[in-house]
């Protein structure tokens, strides 16, 4: 028996680390290309810094395709070869078979829920600051090739650029609910980052500002100073998808307590206009945006406590995928093991995915309890049980 144990994981580990290091280089390349054509301007540097935190972002996706590929191959194989019709003969159950997979592939399960959680925070963080520090060279070569740069915060158009002048600019600041938008035009202006501070500065001279309606007009320089992140330019956490796991519960701690606190104070200034006799501001229209800050709260708390179970339930479709695609792949006897991953992988596509993001999307909401984000694992497991026994039967 430990000869085949170590057979049947040596064929296993074997093609399955093949498998991963092409799949996983070309999901690297397409993340990569991908990122440059996005931001434009990236140089070879900057694209050999982002490498390894993209690398978790693709093992995260290649991990469950490779395992189901591995086990589709292996098993397929030996099921076509007989192998498995003489262990039967000998006496021997399937279950001997087996039993090896899925403890293997309950280890990878639980590296897949720690390269999640990198994928989210590490990887995230660090193509972030790659990216911010050399927004600064994006910018210019965005505006020397297109004339153009714009991010979610401000857009800046030019007539030309000279070294690192931009000649005639025109910066819209976009408007949100701290301050209205503005549209600046200078003479010249220039672009300073600061990585450290994730900020861009823009130093414009001789021009004016116009917001709403009102125009001011400024010689010498103007310096503005503007946030290249929405957490930073906030001042509050980041989005829980890309928080580390160790974050998430001492975050949720501190959103409950800001609810507590949004509900007391709504508690005490409803009491103060009781006593003071001003009814008229307890009727629903002063009370809008109470409702729609504490609405926001509990939606960033749903978030929070729904984030680790979407990464452990992801982490372990890995587990789930093959209890599916061995047995399926020993049932079907053919050698040509691209038609069993194929005919594995169409009800994972159909079925898992889509019901693992209407549960997380509702979970988010906090539409649905978020152990509900487990049930495409459920599925597709109790499925792969029911295979299993199949396979023991026959």
């Known amino acids: 028996m430990r000869i085949m144990t170590r057979y049947l994981l040596g064929q296993l580990l074997a093609v399955f680390f093949v ?3 092409i799949i996983t280089l070309l999901l690297v ?14 140089g070879a540097f900057q694209i050999a810094q982002l490498l390894p935190y993209v690398l978790p972002q693709a093992l995260q996706f290649a991990l469950p395709a490779t395992a189901l ?4 191959m292996v098993y397929g194989r030996m099921s076509s070869s007989n192998e498995v019709v003489a262990l039967k003969a000998l006496g021997i159950s399937p279950w001997a078979i087996l039993w090896p997979m899925l403890a293997a592939m309950t ?22 600051r790659v990216i911010i520090g050399s927004i600064e060279e994006i910018a210019y070569g965005h505006l020397q090739s297109q004339r153009s740069f714009s991010t979610h915060r401000f857009s800046i158009t030019v007539k030309g650029v000279d070294q690192r002048r ?3 600019p025109i910066v819209t600041l976009q408007a949100d609910e701290d301050s209205p938008s503005v549209m600046i035009r200078a003479e010249w202006a220039e672009l ?28 010498g320089t103007e310096r503005r100073v503007l946030p290249l992140s929405e957490s930073q330019r906030r001042g509050r956490a980041g989005a829980p998808a890309e928080m580390p796991l160790s974050q998430i519960p001492p975050a949720i701690v501190l959103q409950r307590q800001r609810i507590e606190d949004l509900q007391q104070q709504s508690a005490s200034r409803a009491a103060f206009e009781m006593l003071t006799g001003e009814l008229t501001e307890l009727g629903p229209g002063s009370w809008q945006d109470y409702r729609e800050q504490l609405r926001s709260y509990q939606h960033q708390l749903s978030r929070l406590i729904a984030e680790p179970y979407r990464r452990w339930a992801g982490g372990f479709c890995c587990l789930c995928f093959v209890m599916i695609g061995a047995p399926l792949a020993i ?7 691209l038609t069993s991953f194929f005919l594995c992988f169409l009800p994972i596509l159909l079925v898992y995915y889509p019901l693992f993001m209407i549960t997380f999307i509702q979970a988010k909401q906090g539409v649905i309890p978020p152990s509900a984000i487990w049930s495409a694992n459920i599925l597709i497991a109790v499925a792969g049980v029911g295979l299993m026994r199949d396979v023991m039967r026959y």
């Open 107 to 128: 280890l990878l399960s639980l590296a897949g829920v720690w390269i999640n959680d990198m994928a989210a925070g590490w990887s995230t963080e660090g193509i972030k």
């Open 166 to 168: 931009l000649l005639d």
């Open 29 to 42: 390349l397409v993340v990569v290309v991908k990122r440059a054509h996005e931001e434009g301007g990236l």
């Open 331 to 337: 049932r079907m006897r053919n050698a040509n093991f």
């Open 69 to 72: 590929f591995s086990v589709s």
């Open 19 to 21: 498998s991963l290091s």
């Open 192 to 219: 300073k980052a600061d990585p450290a501070a994730d900020t861009l500065t823009l130093l414009l001279h001789n021009g004016s500002a116009t917001s709403g309606g009102v125009q001011v007009d400024f010689p």
